[in-house]
């Protein structure tokens, strides 16, 4: 079952991560003001499902290795950890600020200061996210490595 659990919870918090980053940088680069506070205010309420997926992915991937952590194990943890932390940190608190302006009208320099690293951090997770999935594929050996 964890071997079912572990790639659908993954790909589950990654495309939530990818449809929150897509939202808002569609929003604001085509959307009105109105839709901008639309997808800041609805982004929150998708940790009701990304967190969830977040834990059955990190819990799942954690069975699976059973206490190994060297060779792709131990960078795909490794890299697991900078995901959370980039979350708990940055991506979560930057999420509930830009609710709350958007929610307010206001879209001050604060707003936009957070929005643009807002969008860097979901880079750099959705870029962790996919080299992670890359090297669990091949550790399934579902993607061999390319020769060079």
Do not use: C
């Not at 109105?34 to 997808?39: F, G, L, M, R, S």
């Not at 940055?90 to 709350?100: D, N, Q, S």
Request: charged letters at 15%.
């Amino acid at each position: 079952m964890t071997r079912i659990v572990h790639p659908v919870a993954g790909a589950l918090a990654m495309l939530t991560i990818a449809a929150f980053w897509l939202s808002t940088a569609l929003s604001e680069l085509f959307g009105t003001a109105d839709t901008v506070v639309a997808v800041k205010t609805a982004i929150p309420w998708g940790f009701l499902l990304l967190i969830p997926a977040m834990a059955a992915t990190g819990g799942s991937g954690l069975s699976l290795a059973r206490g190994r952590r060297a060779g792709l194990l131990g960078v795909k943890l490794r890299r697991m950890r900078i995901i959370a932390a980039n979350g708990v940190l940055i991506l979560v608190p930057a999420a509930l600020f830009l609710a709350a302006k958007a929610a307010d009208g206001a879209f001050d320099t604060a707003f936009y200061a957070v929005q643009a690293i807002e969008l860097l951090a979901g880079a750099l997770n959705l870029t962790l996210f996919a080299l992670n999935m890359r090297d669990g594929l091949r550790m399934s050996g579902r993607l061999r490595r390319a020769r060079g």
